[in-house]
């Protein structure tokens, strides 16, 4: 995944932290839905962001908000749906 799509994932990700949470600061690694600091309606906004930005088709994905519970992971989910030649799906971007 470039580092473009990281910072454009981590950038609405610290607008949702800003407007759930006192502390802005947080790590690509930690957690986001399981400790609290974002809550359902976040998963949805992140599911459409992550729609809209990356062409993802969530109705083909199994899907547990566990999956997208941080920056790393959500890197990790996005950039093998944005290589289909390497089994990935195919993005609408």
């Known amino acids: 995944m470039s580092g473009d799509a990281k910072q454009r994932i981590r950038g609405f990700i610290a607008g949702l932290v800003e407007g759930h949470a006192g502390n802005t600061v947080f790590s690509d690694s930690e957690s986001l839905f399981q400790s609290g ?36 992971l959500i890197e990790g989910f996005v950039a093998p749906m944005l290589r289909p030649a390497a089994g ?3 993005a609408r971007r």
């Open 37 to 72: 600091r974002l809550d359902s309606m976040s998963a949805v906004e992140l599911v459409t962001f992550l729609e809209t930005e990356f062409g993802i088709d969530f109705a083909n994905v199994d899907f547990d908000i566990a999956m997208l519970d941080s920056v790393d």
């Open 88 to 90: 990935g799906m195919s």
